[in-house]
């Protein structure tokens, strides 16, 4: 059961043998009779015009672009034109929060189609994924409880299944497009710290903010990430070093060869040991595999992790952050804020001025030692569980410290890749003894992106496509070809 690909499609689209309109409207019949409300606002009408647009243009003989045609859905942080933006609050923000930055400016530019904005955690500020605001989207996993779709682009991972998106907007700050892809069962890669400029995007941290993309196999990442990045590094050697096609045509044979080739650090670290045993075994499981077609797993010190993540969970970094935005930029959205974002706020005037000058100097040492300490060991990626827990069923988050406790388990095993400016993905690993999908993250050194997907498509090749290693979940059916 093989999914087309990104490529292939928007491939099709640009030589006139397939449609932007049929694809739009696909999309909007998969949303029309999906129950799973991923969407605060679904633009079919618009979405209908663009592809209008595009198919006008290959008629013409012009080429719309590498990513022609595909369906976007695009998280409420962003601004897009003409469509409102609440960033998951109980208000509408200004109409100037509707201007376009890079990354939605770069996916219209290569041809895409917006088709609406997506539920997010308030401000982004959560790991779980739950709106009381706006509204929760629902994980397609569970067939009956309404679970956590993780956070907090929450609404990302679960339009991919919904079939009216093949290429979602995110973004990951400590984690925002890693836990949805994992709690949902599809790919999503946190690229290196300012590798992709966050314009057009509501802060949530200033140092430690990166946008992002889910997909539903790394390869549809690896390819997207590449054209994409063309026009965000156009200067880059290795950007330049191929063509965007080169750099995503990726055979079985170059995928054995990074197999064999690839040595996979299992740091001893709280981001194994703070995990359930169910997703310890599933994540064990599949670097068991690895090992069997030729990859190196070796288990390395790497203590820089814990300190990372626990510093940021402190939240002595994003807290501040979050608040002076929040001020500068929305007053008076303070009063306004659900009591899971609002109360977590509250110790952000507790971090003096000297506590957060150190924390900046600090989490570049720890950086800088872990990577001294993986180029010592030949280490190409560390492994780890994206998330140490199941989404839980929303129904057990009423109490608000029970809230608070199960959003740090969410962020822990993200963390510290956020905190440290590394790259990573995650990739689906295998369902837990509840039926819910679980993410290995790889993690790599910083500005290494294009490696690190290389490696993970590897990686995939090994364990097979999210439909492929998982089936198909629930509430959803896989969409059909026209």
């Not at 650090?265 to 359930?276: D, E």
């Not at 190409?380 to 929303?394: C, G, H």
């Given at each position: 059961?093989k ?9 099709r ?29 679904f633009?079919a ?16 003989g ?6 022609a ?10 601004g ?5 933006i609440?960033?998951?609050t ?15 400016r ?23 994924g739950f ?10 996993w ?6 956590a ?21 995110g ?20 690229h ?12 949530l ?10 997909t ?10 590449g054209?994409i ?25 170059a995928?054995?060869d990074?197999?064999?080739?690839l ?29 069997d077609?030729?990859?190196h ?30 001020e ?37 040492r ?13 280490v ?55 039926g819910?999908?679980v993410?290995?993250?790889?993690i790599g050194?910083?500005?290494?992106d294009?490696?690190?997907l ?20 629930p ?8």
């Open positions: 059961m999914r087309e690909s990104i490529q292939r499609f928007a491939d689209v640009r030589r006139g043998e397939r449609s932007a309109r049929g694809l739009v409207e696909d999309a909007i019949r998969h949303h029309e009779t999906s129950a799973l409300g991923a969407y605060i606002v633009d009408e618009g979405a209908l015009a663009q592809a209008r647009r595009i198919d006008d243009a290959v008629a013409r012009h080429d719309p672009g590498p990513l045609g595909i369906t976007v859905s695009v998280k409420d942080l962003y897009v034109e003409g469509l409102p609440r960033a998951g109980r208000r509408e923000l200004p109409t100037r929060w509707q201007r376009e930055g890079f990354l939605v770069a996916v219209r530019q290569l041809g895409a189609v917006i088709v609406g904005k997506t539920h997010t955690v308030e401000l982004a500020f959560g790991g779980v709106n009381p605001n706006t509204g929760t989207p629902v994980n397609p569970d067939a009956t409880d309404h679970r779709p993780g956070g907090s682009s929450a609404g990302a991972g679960v339009s991919l299944w919904e079939g009216s998106a093949m290429l979602a907007l973004s990951d700050t400590g984690g925002s497009v890693r836990i949805p892809a994992s709690a949902t069962g599809v790919v999503g890669h946190r290196t710290t300012g590798r992709w400029p966050t314009t057009g995007v509501v802060p941290s200033t140092t430690l903010d990166t946008v992002g993309l889910l539903h196999t790394v390869e549809d990442s690896r390819y997207s990430f054209v990045d063309r026009l965000a590094n156009p200067a880059s050697e290795l950007v330049n070093r191929s063509s965007a096609a080169d750099r995503t045509t990726y055979s079985e044979a995928a054995t990074r197999i064999t080739d040595r996979i650090g299992v740091p001893r670290s709280n981001l194994w040991s703070g995990a359930t045993r169910g997703i310890t075994s599933v994540v064990r499981r599949a670097l068991h595999e690895l090992a077609a030729g990859a797993i070796l288990e390395v010190e790497a203590p820089e992790l814990d300190e990372a993540g626990e510093r940021y969970l402190a939240g002595e970094l994003v807290q501040p952050e979050r608040v002076e935005s929040l500068r930029d929305l007053p008076g959205w303070m009063a306004i804020l659900d009591p899971t974002v609002g109360k977590r706020l509250e110790s952000a005037r507790d971090v003096s001025a000297v506590d957060y000058i150190a924390i900046l100097r600090l989490r570049h720890l950086s800088a030692a872990l990577h001294t300490r993986l180029e010592a060991q030949r190409d990626l560390l492994a780890t569980p994206t998330l140490p827990i199941t989404p839980p069923p929303l129904s057990a988050l009423t109490n608000l410290d029970v809230y608070r406790a199960v959003n740090r388990d969410m962020l822990s095993g993200t963390g510290p890749a956020g905190m440290l400016d590394m790259c990573a993905v995650s990739l689906p690993a295998g369902l837990d003894e509840q819910m999908p993410g290995l993250q790889l050194r910083t500005g290494t294009h490696d690190l290389d490696r993970a498509a590897a990686v995939e090749s090994v364990l097979g496509t999210n439909v492929e290693r998982l089936g198909l979940p509430r959803v059916a896989l969409p059909k070809e026209r």
